[in-house]
């Protein structure tokens, strides 16, 4: 009865040099994973005004229970590694990346820096 099995994120950092090509060839407007991405990827996610997302990992089972609906629409053959239309309710996530490509791992740490 489970629209997926479990749902954990992925430390997008390894695909950070696919980020620019996956969104203009898709469409795709919200990523999902685990880690910090780097400059070229917060460059893309800008350009293209998309935005990421981020899960704590372990969380797989809180995430899959969010999914209500899931159909795979590009690379069909990669399996698991497919991008996914979700149709989500109350996903356990938080905006890292936002459309200007303003990522929380830069922001954050400045916020909380101590000054001398």
Known sequence: G?????AGPTTSTRMDKFTARVLADTGLKVM???AERGPEALRAIAAHGA????AVGGAAY??????????????RDLG???IYR???EDMP????????GNSIHEIG???WRRTA
């Open 62 to 75: 809180l995430v899959s229970k969010a999914i209500k609906e899931a159909e795979p629409v590009a690379y």
């Open 51 to 54: 935005v990421y997302m981020i």
């Open 2 to 6: 489970e629209v997926v099995g479990p």
């Open 80 to 82: 698991m590694e497919a």
């Open 32 to 34: 999902i994973g685990k």
């Open 109 to 111: 740490p400045k916020a």
């Open 93 to 100: 996530v938080t905006l890292a990346v936002d459309t200007k």
């Open 86 to 88: 979700l149709r989500v």
